[in-house]
């Protein structure tokens, strides 16, 4: 077979790091990927985004299978656009993937199937919505409605940064994506990330994993795309599994089908479990970055086949075989992320700390210039390890994280500190 990935990131890397170890494939091809997949994979020099000419290329290559790792080309449609050119994919439709792409949507729709939720109001004028932060008070979540890569959410603990950041949206920080916003109850408790492969009212679960949002150690800082993640969480026991597949999982499968716009592709939910119990933060259409990196580390079975099994009306029988180590990716990140930040900082050490077999790097903004890999994004690698234990992954990741460089490097320290202390008390 001939599988494409589509994006750029360490997400893209994992998923074409995967999809190359399986015995059905013959090639993998990228668009646009980085330099550690054009390594590991063709260069498709397409943006992810240039839905015609995807489609075009793919018709051309003949290629069996694509794979979309972001939401900007679901969202603009080009699951709609492969399907109707005949090409296979596993992604959503355009009308599905709103369940990402609006804020607005998702709420509402979560609330009509009561799906767990934080309670909400959604807004499109400066006014309505300083009076409604008057009358409930911090601290409170603002969220853009739609796409701004994980940035969009500003959790405000004065009224004072609460009516400034209401400013700024309806001000068009976020251009189009802030012309409506979401204010919503602050949620306490601690998120953890749940990923399913789903096909319209059915599903097969991804090992379950955690992120860490905000830029700094101690979950301080604004929030990112994701600083690292680990799999599986104890955060979520058997218990709390089977109540998100009850409660959130299958009743989003079935309200969407009813809804018109069935599910298929990746389903991720981000969940906050707390004194309030299980509930959804957002919903995203694909897999997470960096999820996805301690996910593969940890998938035994062959993805494109179970990928295939799904397209071809045989969910029944996938059963992903999971190992029983602990995978951890710690994001390196270029200073000043997620504002401004510089690129082209040569970067050293990665092959010195992929001697250990256990260390896989996955790249996210890296290029070539001039002959060396330097960094070309806010997050630049995620370094990944295996262990045991999740401390004894933990260990293994930093010593290697330490090892490699680029001006300006950072990083969080504590990846992995709330699981570390989780299991610790469990015993
Ligand atoms: P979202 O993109 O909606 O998942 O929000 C990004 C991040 O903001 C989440 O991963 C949480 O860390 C935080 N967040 C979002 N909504 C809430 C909430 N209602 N209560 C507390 N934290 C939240
Ligand atoms: N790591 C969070 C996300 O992919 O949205």
């Known amino acids: 077979m001939k599988v494409l990935i589509v994006g750029n990131g360490g997400r893209e890397h994992a998923l074409v790091w995967k999809v190359r170890q399986s015995p059905l494939v013959k090639e993998v091809y990228c668009a646009r990927g980085n330099a550690g997949i054009w390594k590991i994979a063709k260069k498709v020099d397409i943006s992810p985004t240039d839905i015609e000419n995807l489609a075009k290329f793919a018709k051309e290559e003949k290629i069996d299978l694509t794979i979309v790792g972001p939401e900007q080309p679901l969202s603009e449609g080009i699951a709609d656009t492969f399907e109707r050119e005949g090409l296979v994919i596993f992604g959503h439709k355009k009308e599905a993937s709103m369940l990402e792409a609006s804020k607005v949507y998702a709420k509402n729709f979560m609330k009509k199937y009561n799906i767990p939720t934080a309670f909400y109001e959604t807004f499109d004028n400066e006014k309505d919505a300083i009076s409604f932060v008057k009358n409930t008070g911090t601290p409170i979540v603002i969220k853009a409605d739609g796409l701004a890569a994980g940035k969009g959410v500003i959790i405000a603990y004065s009224e004072e940064e609460a009516f400034q950041t209401i400013r700024d949206m309806f001000a068009g920080k976020f251009g189009e994506a802030s012309k409506r916003i979401v204010i919503e109850e602050f949620l306490e408790g601690e998120e953890a990330s749940y990923i399913a492969m789903v096909k319209d009212d059915k599903l097969v679960p991804m090992a379950t994993s955690q992120d860490h949002k905000r830029v700094f150690d101690n979950d301080r800082g604004p929030n990112t795309g994701g600083m690292g993640a680990y799999s599986p969480t104890p955060v979520i026991t058997p218990e709390i599994e089977n109540e998100i597949l009850e409660r ?16 298929s592709g990746f389903l991720y939910a981000g969940l906050m479990i707390g004194p309030k119990g299980i509930n959804v933060l957002e919903f995203n ?24 099994d799904i397209l071809e009306g ?10 029983n180590r602990y995978a951890i990716g710690v994001v390196l990140a270029s200073k000043g992320y997620p504002g ?14 992929e001697k250990d077999s256990d260390i896989v790097v996955f790249h996210s903004g890296t290029d070539i210039k001039n002959g060396k890999l330097v960094t070309a994004g806010g997050r630049v690698l995620t370094v990944t390890a295996t262990g045991e234990t999740l401390k004894e992954a933990k260990d293994r990741v930093y010593k290697a994280v ?5 001006e300006g490097k950072h990083y969080r ?6 699981g570390i202390k989780r299991l610790q008390t469990a015993l």
């Open 314 to 323: 045989k969910i029944d029988r996938v059963k992903p075989e999971w190992s």
């Open 402 to 406: 330490e090892k490699i460089q680029f």
């Open 248 to 263: 959130i999982m299958y009743p989003t499968l079935r309200g969407m089908i009813e809804e018109g716009k069935p599910l």
């Open 340 to 353: 401004k930040y510089e690129t082209g900082k040569v970067i050293t050490g990665i092959e010195e700390v």
């Open 285 to 308: 259409v694909r897999m997470g970055d960096p999820e996805t990196q301690p996910i593969m580390r940890r998938l035994k079975s062959d993805l494109v086949e179970h990928i295939m």
């Open 413 to 418: 320290k504590d990846i992995g500190d709330k």
